[in-house]
């Protein structure tokens, strides 16, 4: 009789990001130096490239495999750009930006003070993904489910990002 196992496999959560880059072998190396990342798991195709790859940032888990447009399944580099952004709570964001920037990512927002309560930035990593570096600096007094006007800031902005 088969052993019974859990259907959430220990040490993911809920949602697991599942990124598909142009380079994978150079993706995960490149997440080990940014983000501290360690690697769970590496499987590879017979000529080399990345068909599944794990690696553990933080507390959470990324999935990331080498791009193989015949399936549909394309990078942000083939495609032009990802819709995608992911988030990224640190207990020491400054130290994580830098890091990450240092290591060669591009600064799509600079990291600051920002007015709903999170120390707050953004890049873009070699391979075309958008992360948000966070730290939680103040709690909100309560969350609205309703919406919000928009800053005065955020309708003056020509080039309105994610963070409006």
Not at 11 to 37: M, P, Q, R
Not at 38 to 47: C, E, N, S
Not at 62 to 71: K, V, W
Not at 118 to 125: C, F, P, V
């Amino acid at each position: 009789m088969a052993e019974k196992v859990k259907g959430v496999p220990e040490g993911t959560h809920s949602i697991t990001a599942h990124l598909i880059v142009n380079d994978g072998s150079k993706a995960v190396e490149w997440y080990k130096k940014a983000f501290g990342a360690t690697i769970a798991g590496v499987h590879l195709t017979p000529d080399g490239k990345v068909m599944h790859a794990e690696v553990k940032i933080g507390d959470s888990r990324l999935m990331l495999a080498d791009e193989f447009p015949g399936f549909g399944c394309g990078s942000p580099k083939t495609l032009g750009g990802s819709p995608v952004v992911l988030n990224l709570y640190s207990e020491d964001v400054d130290h994580l930006f830098n890091q990450a920037v240092a290591a060669g990512a591009t600064v799509t927002m600079p990291l600051a003070n920002q007015f709903w309560g999170d120390r707050y930035g953004q890049i873009t990593d070699p391979f075309g993904h958008r992360w948000d570096s966070m730290w939680k600096t103040l709690r909100p007094k309560r969350w609205s489910a309703a919406p919000r006007k928009l800053s005065r800031t955020c309708r003056n902005r020509p080039n309105k990002s994610s963070v409006c």
